[in-house]
Structures are given as structure tokens and as C-alpha cells.
């Protein structure tokens, strides 16, 4: 079965930029999207089709996805953007998650 | 205003069934894509199942294949997954999600989710 690879955990100083990685076989030939989850609340997306950003959501975040990496950037990152993060994509008409990665603002 | 409520979560015995509702407002339901999407407290999410704005074509993951059912009341503006032969493995916030214009395997709403624990 497919699987999408993220690192546990990030971590970024206030102002700066947050990068954070998804990698899968061929993930580049798929759509990528992701989500944002912070504690106790259902996930929100913030980027769709590798690089658009939904309504509502900052500039601050982009989006980008190539050979078997994609890639959810965060510049000027804000304490606000402190969460728990997930790709996603769809392979064989089955969607299936990264395992996540917590971004911590400090 | 988008909104979907889940409901049905509870407590089931291993091999018990539940049904869950998500009972949705604000959008023309039958024009969309809907989802069901789980996590274990503390872990990631895991996809479930999809359904067709018709009901006319549902996906499912390969874990729940055979044993869980997706369906959706248009009448109703309703999406539920019947939920059979229930394992432990099973126990996990439920949530349900709409999928987006255009992009109807992108879920961009989400409800708060129901909690079903499978026990012993």
C-alpha cells in the first residue's frame, strides 16, 4: 500500500520559515494537500492541489510538490501556526495520510 | 455558514455495530463529495471512505472494506457509515468532511467528530 512519509516533529523560531516535508514514491504524479489539526480541534486545510491555499488561509503559507517530495512552507512563522501538520494524497481511488508532524514555535 | 455534525459515537462491544450520522447545513449537499476520516486519540488521521454526490460511487479503506458502509440521505443533507463487525482497532474519533469544488477528494470542512470506543 502507498505510504506518505513526514517527519515527527519540526521545530522554528517566531519570524522565521518552517518547512515541512512529505515524501512518497512518485508523490510528484499525485495531487498533494495538507491539513492543519491544533490541539482538540478537527483538522482545517491549508493547501490544496500542491500549492493553493483555500479561503482564509495566510499567505504565509505555501505549497510545493516535485519528484517525491512535497513541501508545506511557513514564512514568518507565527505562534499561532504552533500544530500538529498532514499530508495527504490519493492513490488507487484510496486517500491516505502522512503520519503528521508537530510544529512547535519557540 | 458550513456546518456538519456528527453523531451516533458511543460504546460497542468487538463484533458490535454502530451507525454514525453527520448531518450537514449551509451548502447544496448533493453536490458534494463526502468523507469519513478517523483518529485514535494522541495518533494521525486515517482515511475511511467517500461517497459521490449521488451515492452512486463509494471508496473505502482496505482496513474497513467489507465491514463498514458509507451511504448519504440527499433528502436528509446526511452522510452515515454503518459500521459492522466492530474491533478494537476500530476505537477512534470519527469525523466527517466535505469534499471541495473541483476538488472533490480534498476535504474542506470538517465536523467535530463522535468518539467510538470498541471494548471488551
Known amino acids: 500500500s502507498y505510504e506518505l512519509t513526514q517527519p515527527p516533529s519540526v521545530s522554528v523560531s517566531p519570524g522565521q520559515t518552517a518547512s515541512i516535508t512529505c515524501s512518497g514514491d512518485?508523490?510528484?504524479?499525485?495531487?498533494s494537500c495538507w491539513y492543519q489539526q491544533k490541539t482538540g480541534q478537527s483538522p482545517v486545510l491549508v493547501m490544496y492541489?500542491?500549492?493553493r491555499r483555500p479561503s482564509g488561509i495566510p499567505e504565509r503559507f505555501s505549497g510545493s510538490n516535485s519528484g517525491n517530495t512535497a513541501t508545506l512552507t511557513i514564512s514568518g512563522t507565527q505562534a499561532m501556526d504552533e500544530a500538529d501538520y498532514y499530508c495527504?494524497?490519493?492513490?488507487?481511488?484510496?486517500?491516505?495520510f502522512g503520519g503528521g508532524t508537530k510544529l512547535t514555535v519557540l | 455558514e458550513v456546518q456538519l455534525v456528527e453523531s451516533g459515537g458511543g460504546l460497542v462491544q468487538p463484533g458490535g455495530s454502530l451507525r454514525l450520522s453527520c448531518a450537514t447545513s449551509?451548502?447544496?449537499?448533493?453536490?458534494?463529495?463526502m468523507h469519513w476520516v478517523r483518529q485514535v486519540p494522541g495518533k494521525g488521521l486515517v482515511w475511511v471512505s467517500c461517497?459521490?454526490?449521488?451515492?452512486?460511487?463509494?471508496r473505502y479503506a482496505d482496513s474497513v472494506k467489507g465491514r463498514f458502509t458509507i451511504s448519504r440521505d440527499n433528502a436528509k443533507s446526511t452522510v452515515y457509515l454503518q459500521m459492522d463487525s466492530l474491533r478494537a482497532e476500530d476505537t477512534a474519533v470519527y469525523y466527517c468532511?466535505?469534499?471541495?469544488?473541483?476538488?472533490?477528494?480534498?476535504?474542506?470542512?470538517w465536523g467535530q467528530g463522535t468518539l467510538v470506543t470498541v471494548y471488551s
Open positions: 468532511a466535505r469534499g471541495a469544488v473541483g476538488a472533490p477528494l480534498v476535504k474542506d470542512y
Open positions: 449551509g451548502f447544496s449537499f448533493s453536490s458534494y463529495w
Open positions: 461517497i459521490n454526490g449521488d451515492g452512486s460511487t463509494t
Open positions: 512518485k508523490l510528484g504524479n499525485k495531487y
Open positions: 492541489q500542491d500549492n
Open positions: 495527504q494524497a490519493w492513490d488507487r481511488n484510496t486517500g491516505v
